[in-house]
């Protein structure tokens, strides 16, 4: 039971992030809560991977290894990572047009569109 | 041999050079710029049809990428794929179908609509990957790989809804897309994870073939649902349909129409071939069903008081969504029992697939009449608008046939989907049918309003300078008239060739799962 | 942003030349150590960040030549799909360069070893193609992020659509 | 701040229920079976005469989703340069 609070903290994390997606009237703080999120999806594939003892899955000056963790989940973390840096890069520059036209970074106050 | 195995690559893969390029072509100036653009459209376009055609004759296509042998999913000996599988059936290349014409119509009516603005080498680069990020959902049969696709077909969109940058509400609607769309894809990422964690496999047929309903599983797929539903806009999630389509330029949001048909392939992609047989509750159809008679009745009873005219056909986006999701949500239903699915299901899917490909050619050329009213008028306004039938006399047909293939009118096509979802859901509630009929009345309703009010009436002094828009909006509108003109003219034709392998294919697990895994085990 | 003090700017000005050799390495080296495209290429990238902090921003606009860093991230995504397209031959994407005796041909000895840069195939030339990219574009977001603070000043015309 | 404490629990009431599925899936470091990765561990060194693993599947085995993973990092960029483009106006 205590040996899976990496998958806990996968829970938490996420969860912690949707609830600044979904309280948070800061801007700002949306965008931390997604990367929140990203992060969260992230360590999820990476716990997924792990094995006890193992090593990381590169042979290059090794040494005497037993075994290696899952190599997949660390590939597909890459992807996933340069994707969530992408999407905060994007979001942090719309964030920094809408601070330029409304003036704000309160999200109630940006309500043009509506109805 | 020829070069035709290597059509699942290539399709993605001509877009996304055509993105990579686009910079280079844009230093030779406006017009090199727009030949590349029109010439990797029309190739994209030629491309899916070759696909279609290929598999309609030989049955799914699947291709390894990177393998020794295009056909070789699985290595000497092994039981499991270990590299990415495109995976083409019937009903992916169908959808890829619709999405090249989208894409090709929406490529003619930007290159004039765009004129006049900035930064169009990133406009093209974004619209080839916004095209590649819609296809690549398509092709693929690779959980992973989807979900790769569906954030560059994300990420593209946000660009090129806040395109028009100095506009405030185009970067709030690409704010509140972008907030939505991101936590969807990491919903689906998460997914992703379970569902490796469980099998060690993200190829969809592996999973599928060795997928039992556990607890993991069953989360799995309630975040799958709910965030492909999220990124198709159907109704409790549908707050950034309005805004995004509204404010995207026109030729976008024509092929935004075409994306969020790609992420409804993906949720039907996941309900039919992922867990397919081993679906056992009738929670998942029920809710995707009342997920779309909620679609239909709270969008088109939005549209009805819209004032802005793409907004308006926004909102009957959302209710046309709904009636797809009523469709193959019936046919979802009926999956386990061949009698019910002989009965009723198999005309339900039918119906819904059908629909797909009418509801996004005429709403693809909704949204490009609206733009063209756009650029000529300058206005959107509704109430504004009037008179414009005289000045713009193309305009004005074409958006009478596809106003008339929206609101189900009798000859046109959206009938004869909407009529085999009438039928098919009569069969199992008839309140369901009843309440698509209601749609289609207001929907109707709707678009006479915006015909009268924009087209007919006596002719403004302001619109006096008015002139019909330009040549290649014309021809981009009239490539979808064409299609949906086909569509009418053979129904028959279209459902014994397009719709019914589709549909086929969708319900098929077995096969679908027998291509990549070569039927042992 | 402001210049700092004239011992952070004298530092930066050499350490951020190890951070270029550095990322190099990690890309060069990505099919052997831990590391590759994405992570060296972040690593120079930093090499602008370097520069916005310590020398403040007008020096920063004034060294970066934005064509050099688009040309860059455009080759780097060619050579990495016409890489994929080079395969073709077998399929898409295939790795047709690995252990065929020329460039990154050779073979590795199996187990743990210490290494042979010559090996891997397209492998190492994605790398590479990658590490261009993620330079030229990290850069470039960071410049134009920063651009884009001062972009009301600099600009009048307005962009909205067709109807204002 | 009473309504905080309750979101706090909801919170991790639902964390909890994340947690349970997670265990389900398997315990911590003790994949039951692993196929795929085993394969890539044990062949991946001799086929593409690679040493790091994770670099092998990152651009060889599933270097399409590498190449997607670019495409999104250039669509980032396109649109970063998109919305701060030096606006050109009306040509």
Request: hydrophobic share 55%; proline share 3%; net charge neutral.
């Amino acid at each position: 039971m205590t040996g899976n609070i990496p998958f806990l903290v996968v829970g938490v994390v996420f969860f912690l992030g949707l609830y600044a997606v979904l309280f948070e009237r800061n801007m700002i703080k949306m965008a931390i809560g997604i990367t929140l999120v990203e992060a969260s999806a992230n360590l999820l594939l990476i716990v997924l991977g792990y094995r006890f003892d193992g090593s990381i899955p590169v042979f290059t000056l090794a040494g005497e290894v037993k075994q290696m963790v899952l190599p997949t989940p660390q590939a597909l973390t890459l992807t996933a990572i340069v994707i969530g840096l992408a999407t905060s890069a994007l979001l942090l520059s719309l964030i920094m047009m809408l601070y330029r036209h409304y003036g704000t970074l309160d999200v109630r106050e940006i309500r043009r569109l509506r109805g | 041999m020829n070069w035709q195995i290597h059509l699942p690559a290539l399709v993605l893969a001509i877009p996304l050079l055509g993105a990579f390029a686009a910079p280079l072509a844009g230093l030779g100036g406006k017009h090199i710029r727009n030949a590349w653009f029109i010439f990797i459209s029309v190739v994209t376009t030629v491309l899916t049809m070759l696909l279609w055609q290929k598999v309609a004759a030989g049955g799914p296509a699947v291709y390894v990428l990177g393998g020794q042998a295009w056909n070789l999913t699985l290595p000497s000996g092994l039981t499991w794929p270990i590299r990415i599988v495109l995976e083409v059936d019937a009903f992916g290349a169908f959808m890829a179908v619709v999405g090249g014409i989208v894409a090709l119509a929406g490529a003619f009516f930007s290159l004039r609509f765009m004129e006049k603005f900035s930064g169009l080498d990133k406009f093209v680069s974004l619209y080839f990957l916004l095209v590649t990020g819609m296809l690549g959902m398509e092709l693929t049969g690779d959980l992973f790989n989807f979900f790769v696709f569906l954030e560059i077909a994300s990420v593209a969109s946000f660009g090129l809804v806040a395109f028009w940058r100095d506009r405030p509400e185009a970067v709030e609607a690409s704010f509140k897309y972008m907030v939505i769309s991101t936590v969807a894809a990491m919903m689906v990422l998460i997914a992703i994870g379970f569902l490796y964690g469980r099998y060690n496999a993200v190829n969809m047929a592996a999973v599928g073939q060795m997928l039992h309903m556990g607890y993991a599983e069953k989360i799995a797929l309630v975040f799958l649902v709910i965030a492909l539903a999220m990124k198709c806009g159907t109704v409790p999630m549908h707050m950034w349909t309005p805004d995004a389509y509204t404010e995207a330029p026109a030729g976008v949001t024509c092929l935004l129409v075409g994306v969020s048909q790609a992420a409804l392939y993906g949720l039907f992609r996941v309900c039919f071939s992922l867990y397919g047989a081993s679906l056992d509750s009738v929670v998942v159809p029920w809710t995707i069903i009342v997920m779309g008679v909620l679609s239909m009745f709270i969008g088109v009873s939005m549209a009805v008081i819209q004032k802005e005219i793409k907004r308006l056909m926004a909102y009957h986006s959302v209710s046309q969504i709904g009636y797809i999701l009523l469709g193959l949500g019936v046919g979802l239903l009926a999956l386990r029992d061949p009698q019910a699915m002989a009965d009723y299901g198999f005309t339900a899917m039918k119906g819904g697939i059908y629909h797909i490909i009418n509801y996004t050619v005429y709403k693809g050329l909704l949204f490009l009449t609206a733009g063209a009213l756009y650029y000529a008028a300058g206005s959107r306004n509704l109430n504004e608008l009037g008179g414009l039938a005289r000045v713009m006399p193309q305009t004005t047909f074409m958006f009478v046939i596809a106003a008339a293939a929206i609101a189900g009118l009798p000859p046109f096509n959206g009938f004869v989907s909407k009529l085999l979802i009438y039928e098919s859901t009569f069969a199992v509630y008839p309140i369901l049918a009843v309440m698509a009929l209601v749609t289609s009345v207001l929907t109707l309703a709707s678009f006479v309003k915006v015909f009268q009010t924009a087209f007919l009436g006596p002719a403004k002094a302001k619109f006096a300078h008015v002139t019909e828009a330009p040549g290649s909006m014309i021809l981009g509108m009239s490539i979808l008239t064409v299609v949906i003109i086909g569509l009418t003219l053979f129904p028959t034709w279209a459902l014994s060739h397009l719709v019914e392998p589709a549909a086929k294919a969708l319900v098929d697990q077995a096969g679908y799962i027998a291509a990549v895994m070569g039927g042992g085990l | 942003m402001k210049p700092l003090s004239v011992v952070v700017r004298t530092i930066c000005d050499i350490f951020m030349w190890f951070m270029a050799v550095y990322g190099a390495y990690i890309i060069i080296h990505g099919h052997i150590t831990p590391g590759g495209g994405f992570q060296g290429g972040a690593v120079v990238a930093t090499l602008i960040a370097f520069m916005l902090v310590s020398h403040g921003g007008e020096k920063m606009v004034s060294f970066v030549r934005t064509g050099m860093y688009s040309a860059a991230e455009t080759t780097g995504l060619l050579l990495f799909i016409c890489a994929g397209f080079f395969g073709i031959a077998t399929t898409f994407f295939y790795n047709f360069l690995a252990k065929q005796g020329g460039l990154f041909g050779s073979t590795v000895p199996l187990g743990a070893n210490s290494g042979v840069l010559n090996s891997s195939g397209t492998i190492a030339l994605m790398n590479m193609g990658v590490g261009l990219e993620v330079i030229g574009g990290l850069s470039l977001i960071i410049y134009f992020m920063f651009r884009g603070i001062r972009l009301h000043v600099e600009t009048g015309s307005e962009e909205t659509g067709h109807d204002r | 701040m009473k309504k905080k404490v309750l979101f706090m629990i909801a919170i991790l009431v639902v964390a909890g229920t994340l947690w349970g599925a997670l265990e389900r899936v398997h315990p911590f470091g003790e994949p039951a079976r692993a196929p795929m990765d085993d394969y890539y561990l044990q062949n991946a060194q001799e086929e593409r005469a690679v040493n790091n693993i994770v670099t092998a599947i990152v651009f060889d085995y599933r270097g399409f989703d590498t190449l997607g993973e670019a495409a999104v990092l250039f669509t980032a960029v396109c649109s970063v340069l998109a919305l701060f483009r030096k606006g050109g106006g009306h040509q």
